[in-house]
């Protein structure tokens, strides 16, 4: 795991890459509608670290500027807000905000058309990321059951959390920002749980 954090820290890749990872897995791609708490409450799951200071309680291994992981603050959910989506930064060349009856906030995230090329120019550097890696950084505190024989298994599970398994456009955005590493993990890289 630490070595999926510094692979994924040694590449070029934007901050808000990993909100935009989230935001698939809530199903925003599916028109799923999701509201900023919702989105806090996934960053809250898959990005804080146990242990941490109150004040930068998220691991940051996706980075613009600089090498290596870093903690973030708490206050980066403001990063994601509907005001902070404005044109011209990144983060909204990919998603942008709608109005929506079914959030409490009453507002929701939709994808912009072409999403994913743009994530990959944008947000990327033109890189698709390592499948494996990035799969071992944001569920590193959750049990998968999987072949440890057969790490594909595992690219597998991230792609399902993602929900980009289901049809040929998830699997599309999938091509599109992510390559298959498993061949770099062998049954020694996994942590039995639970025996």
Known sequence: MIAAIHRLSQRKSHEHFPGYLLLHHLGVAQKVHVDSSALN??????????????????????????????????????????????????????????????????????????????????????????????????????ALAIDPQNPGELVAAFKEWLRMDGDAAGQGTFDTLFEDDSSDYGADDFEPVGV
């Open 41 to 142: 409450q996934a960053r809250l799951s898959y990005l804080r670290v146990g242990g941490a200071p109150d004040k930068r309680p998220f691991i940051q291994a996706f980075r613009s500027r600089g090498r290596g992981p870093k903690l973030d603050n708490a206050n980066s959910a403001g990063s994601y807000g509907a005001e902070s989506i404005r044109a011209g930064q990144t983060l909204a060349k990919v998603v942008g905000t709608a109005k929506s009856k079914r959030t409490s906030s009453g507002i929701t995230y939709r994808f912009k058309p072409n999403h994913a090329s743009v994530a990959l120019s944008a947000m990327l550097d033109g890189r698709r990321l390592p499948a494996g890696a990035t799969a071992a950084f944001l569920l590193r505190d959750y």
